[in-house]
């Protein structure tokens, strides 16, 4: 990993929030009303994705429906997720990171409407110098809403890193030839996240901001 490392992208869901499990609830709900069959499995593993590619991904045989799916998903997100919280851990990284100059940005597969939400929800929109939602991009894997993230902060990608739980946020990262972070506490497999060659893999939040510490230069990050 460069010592030089100006900015650190995340992905929200399954990387900073823990809200894998109410997206998979919410994702089978929205499947039973349109007596559609949907796997836990199947619904965990596109988490990542922007919203329409997961319809289209799940749905492919009503595709007449998929937008009714969606808000039925949408709506049944919105009504039971307000528990839904950081990983403990996550305010105390985020805290580290900044303190110590490093640029802070999102990269997540919500909508702008759905981040917007959740970022009120954790009172952290001052926390990121710049966010960017699938509805306003391309989804990932394409690593456009990278290269967008960059061209704001005007950093250069070798003075970058991304950190996702998923294939498709390390796939991102490696289309732009950005280092990368795996979490394992997310969606994706031990397994799944090391075909993407990431610098490191973390099983948890502590283990993360222990990986920041150990790599980045004159640290002023704390044990959390």
Known sequence: MSQN????????????????????ASLQHAAQQFQQPLTNEAAKSIIGLGLPEVMQILFPQVPHLQQ????CYADHYVANSKDDAWFGGVAELLADLKRQGIKLA??????????????????????????????????????????????????AVER??????TSYDLEMAQNLNMQRIGVSYGVHSVETLQQYQPLTIVSSVQDLHGYFQAVLPSSALIES
């Open 5 to 24: 490392i100006e900015l650190v992208i995340f992905d929200w869901d399954g990387t900073l929030f823990d809200s894998v499990g109410q997206i998979v």
């Open 68 to 71: 009714d799916i969606l808000q």
């Open 160 to 165: 970058a890193i991304m950190v996702g739980d």
């Open 106 to 155: 999102v990269a997540t597969g919500k909508s702008r409407k759905g981040l917007d939400r959740v970022l009120n929800q954790t009172n952290s929109h001052d926390i990121f110098d710049i966010t960017r939602a699938a509805s306003e991009t391309r989804s990932k894997p394409d690593p456009l809403m990278l290269q967008e993230i960059l061209l704001e902060t005007g950093v």
